[in-house]
C-alpha cells in the first residue's frame, strides 16, 4: 500500500466509516470516501433543517475531514497533472462552501456540494478498472466451444 493510500485509508478510518477499507483498491478506496462525504452532507443538511446545531457542526466536520484528509490528500499532482490541479482547487472550493454554510447555517451550499461530490463520485465510478473474472475450471463463460487442438480441452496429456 503506498503512502498516498494509507493516508485515504486512515483518513477514511478517523470519521467513523464501513469495514472494508483496509482491504479495498485504490480506486474503490477513493470511491468510498466520495460515498462518506455525500453521507455526511446529507446528514448536515437534515440537522440543519432540524435546527440541530450539534449534529450539523459535526457533519460538516466529518464531510470536510473527507474531502481534506481523504480526497484532497491523495491527489497525485505529478502523475494527474492539470486534472489534479483542477480538482484540488475544486476540493478547495467544496471546503469554504462547507464552512460558509455551517457559519451562515445555509442549506444551500450544502446542495452545491452535495451535487458537486455526487458528480464526481459518478465520474470516477465510470472510470473503474476492469476487475478480472474469476477462473472456473472446465466453464467456458463465452459459450464458445473448447478449441480442437488444445490437448487441456481433450484431457490428454
Not at 480506486?27 to 462518506?36: P, Q, S, T, V, Y
Not at 480526497?71 to 469554504?96: P, R, T
Request: aromatic fraction near 4%.
Amino acid at each position: 500500500m503506498n503512502a498516498m493510500t494509507k493516508h485515504a485509508v486512515n483518513a477514511y478510518s478517523q470519521v467513523v466509516v464501513e469495514s472494508g477499507v483496509a482491504d479495498a483498491d485504490p480506486h474503490k478506496l477513493i470511491l468510498m470516501l466520495f460515498e462518506g462525504a455525500i453521507k455526511a452532507v446529507a446528514k448536515a443538511r437534515l440537522a440543519m433543517t432540524k435546527g440541530e446545531i450539534a449534529p450539523k457542526c459535526e457533519a460538516i466536520a466529518k464531510a470536510i475531514a473527507i474531502v481534506q484528509e481523504g480526497l484532497q490528500l491523495s491527489l497525485d499532482v505529478k502523475a494527474g497533472g492539470e486534472l489534479a490541479e483542477n480538482l484540488n482547487g475544486l476540493y478547495e472550493y467544496m471546503i469554504h462552501r462547507l464552512v460558509f454554510a455551517n457559519l451562515k447555517n445555509q442549506v444551500e451550499p450544502l446542495d452545491e456540494v452535495g451535487k458537486l461530490l455526487v458528480d464526481l463520485k459518478n465520474a470516477w465510478a465510470a472510470i473503474a478498472p476492469k476487475q478480472p473474472q474469476p477462473e472456473m475450471a472446465g466453464v467456458v463463460s463465452d459459450n464458445t466451444p473448447p478449441q480442437r487442438n488444445s490437448a487441456v480441452s481433450y484431457g490428454k496429456v
